[in-house]
């Protein structure tokens, strides 16, 4: 197996450090290559860069396995999927992991997520793709685990190519973890408004509002299943086509006429 990791809180993150480790411990590959931003680009979602070139550096000091090497690329997370995919380095990884994210990403968090934007690259490229955060910043071996586990039984799942897997797992220690709940997402409620400061010249900035809260937290649902002390797994469907309204649009435009 060749597997590509990545995510959106940088090469050097413990999140995804810690699956880099756990992967060489326990699953067997013939080349696992982190391409990963240089920085922190959170929130990035599936932006790429086309304006700027992009840069992947070695990292050799990171990894003293012949089989395995750490680059950082100055760009976001689907450029580093992207690359990584098409030449970048120079093969086919069979299956693309993102994360392990600090924080969240349920609900609507999706939507802005880079962590989740990484694997939904790697599965436009056509590979099986994971995104897996730690809803905390401690016990990053427990999602660790959990990803190890998903990816033996990923055979088991036959994923539709329209489809990615992401999981959020409880901030707990890998004993206290009740087991994982397959789940849809959940909602938030609308963001905090923006924090409204001044520059030292006198000039108003604005910082973005925190998330909002969970709306839509019922059994069920992601912030239910992490609440609860589960891993909560949700299959993730890339088409955004809103099928049951096309069909109600269809009887609209009977009657339109633009001409």
Same mark, same amino acid.
């Given at each position: 197996?060749?597997?590509?990791?990545?995510?959106?809180?940088?090469?050097?993150?413990?999140?995804?450090?810690?699956?880099?480790?756990?992967?060489?411990?326990?699953?067997?590959?013939?080349?696992?290559?982190?391409?990963?931003?240089?920085?922190?680009?959170?929130?990035?979602?599936?932006?790429?860069?086309?304006?700027?070139?992009?840069?992947?550096?070695?990292?050799?000091?990171?990894?003293?396995?012949?089989?395995?090497? $750490?680059?950082?690329?100055?760009?976001?997370?689907?450029?580093?999927?992207?690359?990584?995919?098409?030449?970048?380095?120079?093969?086919?990884?069979?299956?693309?992991?993102?994360?392990?994210? !600090?924080?969240?990403?349920?609900?609507?968090?999706?939507?802005?997520?880079?962590?989740?934007?990484? !694997?939904?690259?790697?599965?436009?490229?056509?590979?099986?793709?994971?995104?897996?955060?730690?809803?905390?910043?401690?016990?990053?071996?427990? !999602?660790?685990?959990?990803?190890?586990?998903?990816?033996?039984?990923?055979?088991?799942?036959?994923?539709?190519?329209?489809?990615?897997?992401?999981?959020?797992?409880?901030?707990?220690?890998?004993?206290?973890?009740?087991?994982?709940?397959?789940?849809?997402?959940?909602?938030?409620?609308?963001?905090?408004? $923006?924090?409204?400061?001044?520059?030292?010249?006198?000039?108003?900035?604005?910082?973005?509002?925190?998330?909002?809260?969970? !709306?839509?937290?019922?059994?069920?649902?992601?912030?239910?299943? $992490?609440?609860?002390?589960?891993?909560?797994?949700?299959?993730?469907?890339?088409?955004?086509?809103?099928?049951?309204?096309?069909?109600?649009?269809?009887?609209?435009?009977?009657?339109?006429?633009?001409?």
């Amino acid at each position: 197996m060749k597997i590509l990791l990545s995510n959106d809180d940088g090469y050097f993150a413990p999140g995804i450090q810690t699956v880099f480790k756990m992967v060489k411990e326990n699953l067997q590959y013939t080349r696992l290559d982190i391409v990963a931003p240089e920085r922190n680009r959170s929130a990035a979602s599936n932006s790429l860069t086309l304006l700027e070139p992009l840069r992947m550096s070695l990292h050799s000091s990171l990894s003293d396995d012949p089989k395995s090497h $750490v680059y950082s690329v100055n760009g976001t997370p689907t450029d580093c999927v992207h690359l990584g995919m098409n030449g970048g380095l120079g093969y086919q990884p069979d299956i693309v992991l993102s994360g392990i994210n !600090a924080g969240a990403n349920m609900g609507d968090d999706v939507l802005y997520s880079g962590t989740v934007a990484a !694997a939904t690259e790697g599965r436009f490229l056509g590979k099986p793709s994971i995104a897996i955060s730690l809803c905390g910043d401690q016990y990053f071996d427990t !999602a660790a685990s959990v990803l190890l586990n998903i990816i033996n039984e990923l055979p088991k799942l036959s994923l539709t190519p329209d489809t990615i897997i992401n999981i959020n797992v409880p901030d707990i220690p890998l004993e206290q973890l009740k087991g994982i709940k397959v789940t849809r997402l959940g909602k938030r409620h609308i963001s905090e408004p $923006v924090v409204k400061e001044t520059d030292p010249r006198g000039l108003p900035i604005f910082w973005i509002g925190p998330a909002g809260s969970a !709306a839509d937290a019922g059994e069920g649902t992601d912030f239910y299943a $992490v609440e609860q002390g589960y891993a909560s797994i949700t299959p993730l469907k890339i088409d955004l086509t809103h099928y049951e309204m096309m069909e109600r649009m269809h009887a609209w435009e009977k009657g339109l006429s633009i001409v």
